[in-house]
């Protein structure tokens, strides 16, 4: 894996590039920050209007920014593997969907995000054994939209694992915590809605009696934080989307994940397709169970699996999944 670190300076763009074993090298171009944070920002714009295709443009030029500098070193080094450390306005868009004129960059890499240069040491999830708590919404509650399609995304789970399903009058908080508490299950799936911001009050997940707020999201997870062989691997959030225009509300989920303990999170940058990403947990799923493929490629083939299929192809369908912290 290589580490990515674009850094917006008032003037430039600075980018540090870590690869495996040897020093840090960077690369630097001239732009100013209004027009680079605009650049970004219409890429976020474009991309989620899935009728047009003009998020090419600003998806090359960021390529150019960002990828292209540095692509002799990764080709030279065989990087596999993309963990980007991004900043400011970077957080709020699907690094996978940067275009070099032909392929998306998840067409030659697997892609994860972490908070921090400073990496854990990452172990692969094929260590220990699969089983999952999952638990979602079907049936619309508090104002929200019923989810068609989670009932499928959970029996698919629960055929792949052994799980411990909770859905609708079962899913809530105290059955949550109860369930990761006083269990080993490594993955934690939820299908619900909810909010990712950098604002407490404006995060929460939805579950069947209450929205369960930041802190007792972390006080639910942090559960399980007091024996480190029974941590939680991967937790998945379904369904969820970052609030718009949140410059740190990425940066809020993984921040969720890395003070609970959680090795890595699986979200989403945008209010998702509940029928695509039924489509990709069960590929996902599929390649974790069967391949024992690390996460972050896990997460890039159930992608393509979208990106290949004619009624997904567009990034507004496969490029908000974003997994953040350890990749293997």
């Not at 495996?20 to 100013?32: G, R, V």
């Not at 392929?103 to 697997?110: R, T």
């Not at 062989?229 to 740190?248: F, H, P, W, Y």
């Not at 391949?291 to 990106?307: D, F, G, I, N, S």
């Amino acid at each position: 894996a290589a580490v990515i670190y674009p850094i917006i300076l008032s003037d430039r763009l600075e980018v540090i590039l870590s690869l495996p074993n040897q020093p840090l090298k960077h690369y630097s171009t001239k732009i100013p920050q209004k027009k680079l944070e605009q650049m970004i920002e219409q890429f976020r714009h474009h991309i989620v209007i899935r009728s047009r295709r003009n998020f090419y443009r600003s998806a090359e030029k960021l390529y150019d920014l960002v990828i292209r500098p540095a692509l002799a070193d990764l080709n030279k080094s065989k990087i596999k593997t993309l963990v980007f450390v991004p900043d400011g306005t970077f957080r709020n868009i699907p690094l996978s969907a940067l275009y070099d004129g032909q392929h998306y960059l998840l067409e030659d890499y697997s892609i994860a995000l972490t908070p921090g240069l400073q990496l854990l040491n990452p172990h692969p999830l094929k260590a220990v054994k699969l089983k999952t708590i999952a638990a979602g919404l079907t049936k619309g509650v508090d104002g929200f939209a019923k989810l068609d399609y989670v009932t499928a995304e959970l029996k698919e789970i629960a055929s792949r694992f052994d799980s411990r399903v909770l859905v609708n009058q079962d899913f809530t908080s105290e059955a949550l915590k109860q369930e990761i508490q006083y269990s080993d299950y490594p993955i934690v799936h939820i299908a619900t809605h909810g909010q990712f911001s950098s604002s407490l009050e404006d995060t929460f997940l939805l579950a069947w009696n209450e929205r369960i707020n930041i802190n007792e999201l972390n006080n639910i997870l942090q559960t399980r934080n007091a024996d480190p062989e029974k941590a939680i691997e991967l937790l998945v959030l379904s369904a969820c989307e970052t609030a718009t225009g949140d410059r740190r509300a990425a940066l809020g989920m993984a921040g969720i994940a890395v003070r609970a303990g959680a090795k890595s999170t699986l979200a989403t940058l945008w209010s998702v397709n509940d029928q695509a990403t039924a489509k990709l947990m069960s590929d996902f799923y599929q390649e974790l169970s069967t391949k024992h493929l690390a996460k972050a490629e896990a997460v890039r083939q159930a992608q393509l699996t979208l990106l290949h299929n004619r009624w997904y192809k567009h990034p507004f369908y496969w490029a908000p999944y974003v997994l953040l912290g350890n990749w293997l």
